[in-house]
């Protein structure tokens, strides 16, 4: 399964690799891409394993918004 979520806030590497190390950290997320000049996040994910609200949450925390 895959997801696009809207991130604002991401403005550098370091922001990416947040964003992307709490993602891959969820167990059943397989794949995190992000693109910092769209804010998408392409997420690949198992949906029997983990739920798009743990995504967001997981976003979230790190101190960005999703914007659904």
């Known amino acids: 399964m895959k997801t696009t979520l809207n991130v604002?806030?991401?403005t550098c590497g370091h922001c990416k690799m947040s964003v992307?190390?709490?993602?891959?950290e969820l167990n059943g997320v397989t794949n995190t891409e992000v693109d910092l000049a769209t804010g998408k996040v392409d997420v690949t994910y198992d949906e029997d394993k983990v739920t798009s609200e743990a995504m967001r949450e997981a976003v979230e925390e790190q101190?960005?918004?999703?914007?659904?």
Not at 20 to 24: H, I, Q, T
Not at 63 to 68: C, H, K, S, T
Request: proline residues 0%; glycine residues 22%; charged residues 15%.
């Open 63 to 68: 101190g960005y918004d999703v914007v659904a």
């Open 20 to 24: 992307e190390g709490a993602l891959n």
């Open 8 to 10: 604002q806030g991401m």
